[in-house]
């Protein structure tokens, strides 16, 4: 009797599919599953159980375990450790609760947009080269609305490009710092007509913080 309350560890896969069949992310998860007499409600999301393992015993996933779980997940596509500052900036921007980690809302937020920017990756990679190239990285920054010069696309993409080409990781960290940028720049334009006055040391924390 006593043995069937106690704890019951399952091994599950859970596969995430990134349309465009760019890849599967299989995640091993251990989940321990504990009887729903015990419980007393559903077993948990599986992204809980992923999350779990990943932030280890703090409940809080840092820059490192960040960097690890997205570099073993495979999602650059090809094997590469995945960009230490693409983890900082994602942690920063959905750091709701000025913790400096993420946690389980923050990380589900972010795996959300990690899909919807796989799939704009693998619509804007034209050319199926599995990297942006100048010309892809155009069409994306027209398609979501960035009105910029061309010298001003060249500018974004010598800075997150790695001899012409722009791994997926680099694409998130240029999309998330554009986005988050502009997102600072809108709220000081109040007629909205492409024009903002900073004070230096807003300018200064606005830029430095990404
Ligand atoms: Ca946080
Ligand atoms: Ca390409």
Request: hydrophobic letters at 40%; aromatic letters at 12%.
């Amino acid at each position: 009797m006593f043995s069937s309350l106690t704890n019951k560890v399952q091994q599950h896969t859970y596969s995430y599919r990134i349309p465009r069949g760019s890849m599967n992310i299989k995640v091993v998860i251990i989940l321990l599953v504990l009887p729903s007499i015990c419980l007393g409600q559903n077993a948990p999301d599986p992204l809980y159980g992923y999350f779990a393992e990943v932030a280890g015993q703090d409940g809080q996933i840092s820059v490192n375990e960040l960097q690890r779980a997205l570099t073993a997940s495979g999602i650059i596509g090809s094997y590469r450790v995945f960009s230490r500052a693409t983890c900082a900036i994602l942690i920063s921007v959905l750091d709701r609760d000025y913790s400096g980690k993420m946690g389980l809302n923050e990380f589900q937020e972010m795996w959300t947009a990690l899909n919807q920017w796989k799939e704009s990756f693998a619509r804007f990679d034209s050319d199926r080269s599995g990297e942006i190239e100048a010309h892809e990285l155009q069409s994306a920054l027209s398609a979501f609305g960035y009105d910029l010069s061309p010298q001003a696309q060249g500018v974004i993409f010598k800075r997150f490009s790695e001899d012409g080409n722009m791994p997926f990781d680099d694409y998130v960290f240029c999309l998330v710092k554009l986005r988050a940028i502009t997102d600072h720049f809108r709220r000081r334009d109040a007629s909205q007509n492409g024009y903002a006055t900073f004070k230096y040391d807003d300018f200064i924390q606005v830029t430095m913080i990404y």
